[in-house]
């Protein structure tokens, strides 16, 4: 089957460094690959997209970057503030717009 | 401009029962399209709607049920409430064709929890 994953674990950093998220994904090739922020309770809220041909992209302290060789992209957060404390998705386009697939999320914690 | 709007925020319900949850998408956007959220999960994707037809659908049972009205609104029905659809339901709008970006609008979604 077709997964998309991510690293369950919390990823705890100091403010100031820079936090790095993995997605990977398995029996597929995406076109592109989404990120989203979620808070607490709150619903996703659309950060970056990457396409296949594209090596990086970047917004503002946010880089992501697309590996179709490793089936991976990471997903950089520089100079992190305690505001940036989220849990942040990876969704990759699933047949046509509107239809995501999600990872289940990783929580990053920024502490000052 | 207002965002996706979802109503109600929170609900209780009991098992066997039925609910009826209810998007406005973001001005100017006309697909509609319902995820389910898990606690600790990412979201599921449940079915879209474009020109009030279902056009997609995941894997869900036919107890997920969904309309869209001519305004682009929309309702997500649930029958025979189980307690495994406790959850987060969003609701997230984008135009027809993407937007270029494919992004989608999320609602700050509609917690249910069934007892």
């Known amino acids: 089957s077709q997964k998309i994953e991510q690293n369950s674990e919390a990823l705890n950093i100091q403010e100031g460094k820079t936090a790095t998220l993995t997605c990977n994904y398995t029996n597929y090739s995406p076109a592109y690959l989404q990120w989203y922020r979620q808070d607490p309770g709150r619903g996703p809220v659309f950060l970056l997209l990457?396409?296949?041909?594209?090596k990086e992209k970047r917004k503002e302290r946010l880089k992501v970057t697309f590996d179709t060789t490793l089936k991976q992209s990471l997903f950089h957060i520089t100079a992190s503030q305690p505001a940036d404390s989220a849990t942040y998705l990876c969704s990759r386009g699933a047949d046509s717009w509107g239809k995501l697939q999600f990872g289940a999320g990783t929580q990053v914690v920024v502490t000052p | 401009d207002a965002g996706v709007t979802q109503s109600p925020t929170h609900l209780i319900k009991t098992r066997g029962q039925q609910v009826t949850l209810r998007c406005s998408p973001k001005?100017?956007?006309?697909?509609v399209s319902w995820y389910q959220q898990a606690l600790g999960q990412g979201p599921q994707f449940i079915f879209q709607y474009y020109e009030e037809e279902e056009r997609q659908r995941g894997n869900f049972p036919d107890r997920f049920s969904g309309h869209q009205f001519p305004n682009y609104s929309s309702e997500l029905n649930v029958n025979a409430l189980l307690l495994g659809d406790s959850a987060l339901y969003l609701c997230?709008?984008?135009?027809?064709?993407?937007?270029?970006?494919?992004?989608?609008?999320f609602g700050e979604g509609s917690r249910l929890t069934v007892l």
């Open positions: 997230a709008s984008s135009p027809a064709t993407g937007g270029g970006t494919g992004e989608l609008f």
């Open positions: 990457i396409r296949e041909n594209e």
């Open positions: 001005s100017g956007h006309d697909t």
